[in-house]
């Protein structure tokens, strides 16, 4: 079946610019996570939603940051007045709830370039 | 904040040679993965240890967890060149509802020719 998909892949904006990224999860999975990825660096989480739970937002650093996810499957994250240092890969995963849940299936990502 | 921590950062061996790579964490854990990226694939699953076992395999994958000593360890038997690779830990905490996981820097092997 379909994996993650996100677009777009890649993403170059100006300083200063609003943009939005936007994650289709695998059908029937409830959770959705958002990561950040630097060169070279390991995943930094972002913001994780579960079903119908308050999402866990404790990742995002800044105020800039935020995300929704609609009908409980798409997800945009949107990051406001862009700087350099929010370039690198960001990354969605989804998975299944209950006994399986911990297992996240990754999407190619998107990778942003801030001018 | 980052929980694992995978040594080396860098392996590079030659093919047929087998590979390890360790993971140490430092909080309670309901279980640890394994993770593979390239940039041929994106970022997969390997194989998902829980806090009850010690070991675990999966084709050429070993996995071994010690939680008294907080680590856990996969070994690549037999690699070859396509695993070449970034292999990430994660660990999943015990909070509930909550499957969040907390990953390591990871360790780059390069599996020569």
């Known amino acids: 079946g379909a994996g993650v998909s996100q677009s777009p892949s890649n993403k170059v904006t100006e300083k200063g610019k609003d943009v939005e990224l936007r994650c289709d999860p695998i059908?029937?999975?409830?959770?959705l996570y958002w990561y950040r990825q630097s060169l070279g660096q390991g995943l930094e989480f972002l913001i994780y939603?579960?079903?119908?739970?308050?999402?866990?937002k404790s990742g995002l650093p800044s105020d800039r940051f935020s995300a929704e996810r609609t009908g409980g499957s798409v997800s945009t994250l949107t990051i406001q007045r862009t700087q350099q240092e929010d370039s690198a890969v960001y990354l969605c995963?989804?998975?299944?709830?209950?006994?399986?849940?911990?297992?996240?299936?990754f999407g190619p990502g998107t990778r942003l370039t801030v001018t | 904040s980052q929980q694992g921590e995978e040594d080396p950062q860098a392996l590079s061996i030659q093919e047929g040679e087998n590979a390890t790579m360790n993971c140490s964490y430092k909080?309670?854990?309901?279980?640890l993965q394994w993770y593979r990226q390239n940039s041929g694939r994106g970022l997969v699953h390997l194989i998902l240890?829980?806090?009850n076992e010690r070991e675990k395999h999966s084709g050429r994958l070993r996995v071994t967890l010690d939680t008294s000593k907080k680590s856990s360890s996969l070994l690549i038997t037999a690699s070859r060149a396509a695993d070449t690779a970034s292999y990430f830990c994660?660990?999943?905490?015990?909070?509930?509802?909550?499957?969040?996981?907390?990953w390591g820097l990871g360790t780059s092997l390069a599996v020569n020719p």
């Open positions: 939603f579960q079903g119908n739970s308050a999402p866990d």
């Open positions: 240890i829980r806090s």
């Open positions: 909080t309670s854990i309901n279980n």
């Open positions: 994660a660990t999943a905490i015990n909070a509930g509802n909550n499957r969040k996981l907390i």
């Open positions: 059908s029937g999975h409830t959770a």
């Open positions: 995963a989804s998975s299944f709830g209950g006994a399986r849940s911990y297992e996240q299936y």
